[in-house]
């Protein structure tokens, strides 16, 4: 926390008194309060569908309340639509990033907002503006590059740029390091501390609790669509906000168990795709978790990629139970028992326009059809048989993926794949951008698996993740394998980060 403002309750710029907002059969905010001091950053806490989004659409006029006051310098505004919340100083850095990759870096930061003179775009003042708050943000980026050849990094700061261009009194950072590497999360909490000196607030949401205790001034907890606390971070801990926003005491977040590991069932050996991984070579036995683990950009989803059969590769074999697979064949691949459960759920989990029903039968339908006429009952009764074991939240199995939280839809994913009996499961990013209850009931049901047989490959780029799942953790830099680290009580997470950046020679376990 930085001290460059006084961050007490006399500079309160922003509040929200008493918002509730219904939705057809659901109440997503009752009687909710929150306010926002000139420079802070406060944090907003919450497990998927607690409400925070609905609270943001609000903050920012993509919503309209039911009831309720909002204040800015204590007179009481009313938001139309989105335009008057971002004139009045709000804006919504998205985890969705909303850059127009072909335009320079210049047009980005003042799309919609461009300077005129006359009828014709001022070039001259454009270029100059930008350079001013590239500087401004420290960044050391050309006004003219071409924004979509920037880094993911660059381009959330583009955005940043763009609500500084707008005059913003308050950026609303929604998941900003979901997609970003160590680095590019150290750059962005620079940045926010610069917002800070400048007077401007920052409303940081994100299930990263770690980077909450580290950036935030203050943190609110809403559970439910309800307020449940709202502290200073120094009267607060970790432990504290995650039963907050749960309404228990987790306990052992990973829940992990020795099991009886049997036969090795699948087998890697040499697997090469030329210019982007190189000689991965690897096993994992029955009952067995094997944790991998890299940086953004070492190539550690396009391995299982290939060796799940959704990429080819050059050379080199995937082996499940002394069988090889047909490379690049998935379908060879999910008839030897072999899933896969991929890291962009929504783009290649899942169709979210369809039901929960739908989604997760359909790689069953085969099974569940009686001369080409799907039989409905039973792909009911299979479909509740899994909404009740991992406990779905849904008014029904006919509601829409799209409408349910992040964790929801992550465990429709999982159990499209537990339907089909798998021997190997790949799980990439288990739990990215989903909230602490989610994450522990996704391990517990993972650890189940493994209780059960099955052999479980967890791709993560979170080191604690890995480290308490996995009973040994392979390492991956630069497309090549550098170690498998055997999980024990003396294994460090300098220890993981170190092989990951080629810092140590390749050891077995």
């Known amino acids: 926390m930085t001290e460059n403002v006084s961050v007490t309750r006399e500079n309160t710029f922003f509040r929200l008194e008493d918002i509730t907002k219904t939705f057809p059969g659901v109440k997503a905010l009752s009687v909710v309060s929150f306010d926002l001091r000139v420079g802070e950053v406060h944090a907003l806490c919450g497990e998927n569908g607690a409400g925070k989004s609905t609270l943001i659409k609000v903050m920012t006029g993509a919503h309209k309340k039911d009831s309720g006051s909002i204040f800015i310098d204590n007179e009481k505004v009313e938001f139309a639509n989105t335009h008057q919340a971002i004139e009045m100083g709000i804006s919504c850095v998205y985890q969705e990033l909303s850059i127009v990759p072909l335009l320079d870096v210049a047009r ?49 700061m583009i955005e940043i740029g763009r609500a500084l261009t707008r005059k913003a009194r308050c950026i609303i950072m929604d998941e900003p390091t979901s997609s970003l590497s160590e680095r590019e999360t150290d750059t962005l909490f620079e940045i926010i501390e610069i917002l800070k000196a400048q007077k401007i607030a920052v409303v ?3 299930h990263k609790l770690d980077e909450v205790m580290h950036i935030a001034d203050r943190v609110t907890v809403i559970r439910d669509g309800q307020h449940i606390i709202t502290k200073d971070i120094c009267d607060i801990t970790e432990v504290q906000i995650i039963s907050n926003m749960i309404g ?18 699948l087998e890697v050996k040499n697997l090469t795709k030329d210019g982007v991984f190189k000689d991965i070579s690897f096993e994992v036995r029955a009952g067995e978790i094997l944790g991998f683990f890299g940086l953004v950009g070492a190539g ?48 290649e989990g899942l169709m979210l326009e369809l039901s929960i029903l739908a989604n997760m039968t359909l790689p069953k339908l085969k099974d569940l059809s009686s001369g080409g006429i799907i039989r409905r009952k039973a792909q009911r009764e299979i479909t509740q048989k899994y909404v009740d074991s991992i406990r779905i939240k849904t008014p029904s199995m006919n509601q829409l993926a799209v409408n349910l939280s992040g964790g929801n839809q992550q465990k429709i994913v999982i159990a499209k794949w537990l ?8 799980v990439d990013e288990p ?7 989610s994450k522990a009931e996704i391990y ?27 009973d040994s953790v392979v390492t991956i830099f630069e497309g090549r394998k550098t170690a498998r680290l055997k999980v024990t009580d003396t294994l460090t997470r300098e220890d993981i980060l170190a092989a990951s950046i080629g810092g140590v020679t390749v050891k077995c376990s």
């Open 204 to 206: 940081y949401i994100s």
């Open 431 to 437: 739990t990215r951008g989903i909230d602490v209850g």
């Open 300 to 347: 550690r989803s396009e391995i299982m990629r290939a060796v799940f059969g959704a990429d080819k590769y050059d050379s080199g074999q995937v082996i499940i139970n002394g069988k090889a697979l047909k490379p690049g064949s998935p379908a060879a691949s999910i008839a030897s028992g072999l899933g896969f459960v991929t890291e962009d759920r929504k783009q």
């Open 248 to 265: 228990r005491d987790l306990g052992n977040m990973y829940c992990k168990e020795p099991v009886n590991q049997k036969d090795t069932v």
């Open 444 to 470: 517990a049901l993972m650890n189940e698996l493994a209780k059960g047989g099955v052999a479980i490959i967890v791709v993560s780029s979170e080191i604690e993740e890995v480290m308490g799942l996995g």
């Open 108 to 156: 980005n930061l003042f799309i919609g907002n461009l300077p005129m003179k006359g009828k014709v775009i001022d070039y001259k003042k454009l270029y100059a503006d930008t350079a001013d708050i590239l500087k401004k943000l420290g960044l050391n980026i050309s006004p003219h590059e071409k924004a979509g050849d920037l880094s993911v990094g660059q381009q959330q």
């Open 419 to 426: 339907m089909m009996n798998p021997k190997v499961l790949i």
